[in-house]
């Protein structure tokens, strides 16, 4: 494994200097420019670049084992390298269900293996996600996966006494329950938000009470039983202020919002396209503009992918029939930049602490990922030119699935290089595979 010297970039997008990776560590940083280059390292100028430390996504969908067609944790974790992360969170639905030690111990191996990030695998919270009886959330927080992040992702805890369990229950190992909240029964059957545009084109529709009832809930049962609760994807404006009420009074919770929340509207079904299909669904402009301003006071406190790869059987159908989801992890710190930096409501201090400081921080995996850019530090980083653009192609992507949301769309921002332990699985903007990278 060379050593890099990283050359004239912009640690946090601060001041430019030169950053050096040996034996997996940041092992120097000097004014740009100034340098000592060890023997046999690779220079990479980067003028102008922004290095942070690696991305952490909280919330991805890797789909194996059991939907290896729509993506499996070598292609989905390849997808990340590429997106500038450096650890991922597996959820827990896949099939079967991450509901034992030994599923997620196979999952753990699987991304050990593949080798392009970190796989950290989210325990499901009830066995077989079915809402019935708690999972072996201790024997998988013992496992050599070492799960933190305890979710029924997919489905909602719905019903409320175990929901209360898990809370208590994770205490004891510092887990957090990940909730998807979404009310089962206020959303039978919906397709989209509810609102003037499900009303106009005849979609049922999913209220976004559905979403908040559910997290207004969860709040205070966390305070009840003084535990910790995380907030998966949150949509609306009624839930940024939920979020907002709760962490005034003090109660341990954090939230998070995905890149498609952060952009994209409910108009766009217009067009009954599928591959906006998605849980919970794009809402309205205003729901939009609460959620920027969620991620900007710091009420949301990470931005999470919700990678949620589905092969073309289950998106090229009608609406009604299309799976719920889309892709994410290559275009998140894009659309970031366009909707959060670019429009001055975050710096590339903050990009880091909701793309990398604070989800490794709610994931316990703080001790390796998430980590300041200081000498010593393991060598997780990434390297993101924010001046170029480039055109979302969803076929040209690392994931094996090509229903991103984004198909077309011109983006800011794209990853040079990504570092895992100081070796790069992306150089020049391209994956490099971890066999050759060791070779
Ligand atoms: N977000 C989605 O619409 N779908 C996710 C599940 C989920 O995150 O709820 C999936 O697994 O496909
Ligand atoms: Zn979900
Ligand atoms: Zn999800």
Known sequence: MPAYVLRSVRPLGGEPADVVLTDGV??????????????????????????????????????????????????????????????????????????????????????????????????????????????????????????????????????????????????????VVAQHAQEPRLTEGAQMHEGVVSAEIGLAGWPAVAEEAIIARDVLLAEHVGSRLHVCHLSTRGSVEIVRWAKARGIDVTAEATPHHLLLTDDLA????????????????????????????????????????????????EWAAAAFGMTGLETALSVVQETMVDTGRLTWADVAR???????????????????????????LVLVDPAATRVVDGTAQQTASSNTPLQGRELPGRVVATFLRGRATVLDGTPVSPAEAVA
């Not at 100028?45 to 991305?55: D, K, Q, R, S, T």
């Not at 959330?137 to 929901?163: E, I, Q, T």
Request: aromatic share 4%.
């Open 26 to 175: 940041i092992a120097q940083i000097a004014p740009a420019g100034a340098a000592e280059a060890p023997p046999g390292a690779v220079e990479i100028h980067g003028a102008g670049h922004v290095l942070l430390p690696g991305l952490v996504d909280l919330h991805t969908h890797l789909r194996e084992p059991g939907r290896e067609d729509a993506e499996t944790v070598e292609s989905g974790t390849r997808a990340a390298a590429a997106g500038g992360f450096t650890a991922v969170h597996a959820m827990a639905n896949t099939s079967p269900v991450a509901d034992t030690a030994g599923v997620v111990e196979q999952v753990w191996r699987l991304g050990q293996e593949a080798g392009w990030v970190d796989v950290q695998p989210v325990g499901a919270v009830t066995v077989g996600l079915a809402g019935e009886r708690l999972a072996e959330l201790g024997a998988m927080a013992d496992s050599k996966a070492r799960v933190r992040v305890f979710s029924d992702d997919g489905k909602c805890v719905f019903d409320p006494v175990l929901m209360r369990r898990a809370l208590e229950y994770v205490k004891a190992f510092d887990g």
């Open 354 to 380: 909701v793309l990398s400081t604070a989800p490794a921080r709610i994931g316990r995996i703080g001790h390796a990922h998430g980590r300041p850019i200081a000498v010593g530090e393991p060598a997780n």
């Open 270 to 317: 217009r067009g009954y396209d599928p591959v906006f299909k998605v849980n919970p669904p794009l809402r309205t402009a205003d729901d939009v503009e609460a959620v920027r301003e969620g991620l900007a006071d710091g009420t949301i406190d990470i931005v999470a992918t919700d990678h949620a790869p589905h092969p073309r059987e289950d998106k090229d159908c």
